[in-house]
């Protein structure tokens, strides 16, 4: 990627499913999907190795597109047992952005759907149209997960 054209990758934090989406412009006033997908892990894994494939297919996203910018959704969950175990795949991201001396910026889901829809409370399936509109994707992307990294690297542009 130039300068003139930055990578932004989005990042949805999860344990067992860490969303990804790279987007680039495409010179002028149009966004495009470099790639979209999920880090997985197996419930059945021991945590350390469910964070140590987080952290290494984390590197390797990040030597693949090089993003000039990461944007990452802000942890927002009702249950403390979730709570925890997405903070530390949280904190195993923010350990690899780091040592790639990338930019971050963190979004609320909120500031996510006001920038993609123009309504902080739009409901999932008007956010994943958002993100299908912008991207000129014929069908909203897939998993759920990757929509929600398409979606927070598209607000990024908004705040980068």
Known sequence: MTEANPCILGLDPGLARL??????SDGGDRLKPLDFGIIQTPAKQPIGDRLQTIYEDLHALCEQFSPQLVVIEKLFFYRMSNLILVAQARGVMMLVLAQHNLPLIELTPGQVKQSLTGYGNASKLEVQEAVARELDLDEIPKPDDAAD????????????
Do not use: E, H, S
């Open 19 to 24: 969303g990804f989406g790279a987007i680039v």
């Open 149 to 160: 990294a398409l979606a927070v690297a598209i607000a990024g542009t908004f705040f980068a």
